[in-house]
């Protein structure tokens, strides 16, 4: 099992950009797909962001591409959400999670099996 904590989030005007971070402890962050969802008051929790296992590769939902970027440091232990041109209907808790399923890159929201608490994500008009 990983242990995954978020840290980064805040308030912010529309226009400008926050940097997401997600520190992972225990084994095997290396190899797991990564991702970044959000839950906004009221609605389900959606796909944000995802990324390889080797960074090689990354997804993003429409709303967000172009503006928003994944990245990882496995040497870190740590996954990055780069989130510029906010908007305020980006407001959300934003959570970063794990799909540990083995050579698993399914972005599915059940497929990830461990989650952070969250970071609060507030984006002002």
């Known amino acids: 099992q990983v242990t995954l904590v978020e840290s980064g989030g805040g308030l912010v005007q529309a226009g400008g950009s926050l940097r997401l971070s997600c520190a992972a402890s225990?084994?095997?962050?290396?190899?797991?797909?990564m991702g970044w969802f959000r839950q906004a008051p009221g609605k389900e929790r959606e796909f944000v962001a995802g990324?390889?296992?080797?960074?090689?590769?990354?997804y993003y939902t429409a709303p967000v591409s172009g503006r928003f970027t994944i990245s990882r440091d496995n040497a870190k232990n740590t996954v990055y959400l780069q989130m510029n041109s906010l908007k305020p209907e980006d407001t959300a808790v934003y959570y970063c999670?794990?799909?540990?399923?083995?050579?698993?890159?399914?972005?599915?929201?059940?497929?990830?099996?461990?989650w952070g608490h969250g970071t609060q994500v507030t984006v002002s008009s």
């Open positions: 999670a794990a799909n540990q399923i083995s050579g698993s890159t399914s972005l599915k929201v059940n497929d990830f099996g461990s």
């Open positions: 225990g084994r095997g962050f290396s190899s797991y797909t």
């Open positions: 990324i390889s296992w080797t960074g090689s590769s990354t």
